[in-house]
Antibody, heavy 123, light 113 residues
């Protein structure tokens, strides 16, 4: 059974940093791209960014709203993906989900999602 | 960026009746070389993560009931729930993966009439 479990969310002050992680199980982690999404309270889904598998260079892409502030990485040896968030803003407050990608090499749809971890940016 | 516009914003349907949800893209998501539409549909129930229902615009994900079907091509897409069940109450999102940034529609909330 595919499992994705996010952790590390919490309350952080504006301008500060926070790292969240996504532990995966039940599939060959290194074969899949992984993505992060977020959902602000009462709002819709927003793509944050993804990291491709090492077979496709392990390259990353980000939404404009987080580019230069957020960094996605992966450790295939431990099946964990990371989202490092710097220079946080109040508008980054959301539930952050990680998900497993399928579909292609350059872009993807997402067939398994974690339960999410809440991040609140407030003074 | 590709903008996806979903309609209606909300929809109330009687149990057993058909629900039709629409998703219109600001540009075509049909990749001509593969003849595939890079569009997916997700279901999200309150307090839960999204669940993949449909990909390539019309391919049902494994385990998804066959009352869910996707159709359309290019810029206009439809998710149909042929016979609404109580457990289908949720918000439904379309997502394009034709290009980055990946984008979602604003969602359609489905309720029981």
């Amino acid at each position: 059974e595919v499992q994705l479990v996010e952790s590390g969310g919490g309350l952080v002050q504006p301008g500060h940093s926070l790292g969240v992680s996504c532990a995966a199980a039940g599939f060959t982690f290194g074969h899949h791209a992984l993505s992060w999404f977020r959902q602000a309270p009462g709002k819709g889904l927003e793509w944050v960014g993804f990291i491709r598998s090492k077979a496709y260079g392990g390259t990353t892409e980000y939404a404009a709203s987080v580019k230069g502030r957020f960094t996605i990485s992966r450790d295939d040896s431990t099946s964990i993906a990371y989202l490092q968030m710097n220079s946080l803003k109040t508008e980054d407050t959301a539930i952050y989900y990680c998900s497993r990608a399928r579909g292609g090499t350059t872009t993807f749809f997402f067939d398994h999602w974690g339960q999410g971890t809440p991040v609140t940016v407030s003074s | 960026d590709i903008v996806l516009t979903q309609s209606p914003d909300s929809l109330a349907v009687s149990l057993g009746e058909r629900a039709i949800l629409n998703c219109k893209s600001s540009q075509s998501v049909l990749y001509s070389s593969s003849n595939k539409n890079y569009l997916a549909w997700y279901q999200q129930k309150p307090g839960r993560p999204p669940k993949l229902l449909i990909y390539w615009a019309s391919t049902r994900e494994s385990g998804v009931p066959d009352r869910f079907s996707g159709s359309g091509s290019g810029t206009d897409f439809t998710l149909t729930i042929s016979s609404l069940q109580a457990e289908d109450v949720a918000v439904y999102y379309c997502q394009q993966y034709y290009t980055t940034p990946l984008t979602f529609g604003g969602g359609t909330k489905v309720e029981i009439k």
